[in-house]
Nanobody, 126 residues
Framework: QVQLVESGGGLVQTGDSLRLSCAVS????????LGWFRQAPGKERVFVSA????????MYSDSVKGRFTISRDIANSTVDLQMNSLKPEDTAVYYC???????????????????WGRGTQVTVSS
């Protein structure tokens, strides 16, 4: 079983940056995929970005491509999400999840993930 704990959220202004971190513990594997999702009030959880644990391959949603960067640090067992040029529409609770396999369309679906953290709140004021 893999345990995930998110940190780094906060209240920022439009255009600011934040760096989220997901601490990963338990049985990860080279085929593990770590993903970041977000959920705004009253809305479904949606895909933001993912990275393969073994190879470091990445995937982004169109809404964050070019602004967000995902990375993993195997030595420290963390997956970070660097968020730049933040917008009010980025406001949400951000969750870290884990699945296995390759990066493909299924990676974007929350139902593919078998373990989640509790989330961290990101609020971007206009």
């Amino acid at each position: 079983q893999v345990q995930l704990v998110e940190s780094g959220g906060g209240l920022v202004q439009t255009g600011d940056s934040l760096r989220l971190s997901c601490a990963v513990s338990g049985r990860t594997h080279v085929t593990s995929v770590l993903g970041w999702f977000r959920q705004a009030p009253g809305k479904e959880r949606v895909f933001v970005s993912a990275v393969t644990w073994g190879g470091g391959d990445t995937m982004y949603s169109d809404s964050v491509k070019g602004r967000f960067t995902i990375s993993r640090d195997i030595a420290n067992s963390t997956v970070d999400l660097q968020m730049n040029s933040l917008k009010p529409e980025d406001t949400a609770v951000y969750y870290c999840g884990v699945t296995t396999g390759r990066l493909n369309i299924a990676t974007r679906a929350p139902k593919a993930y078998y373990s989640w953290g509790r989330g961290t709140q990101v609020t971007v004021s206009s």
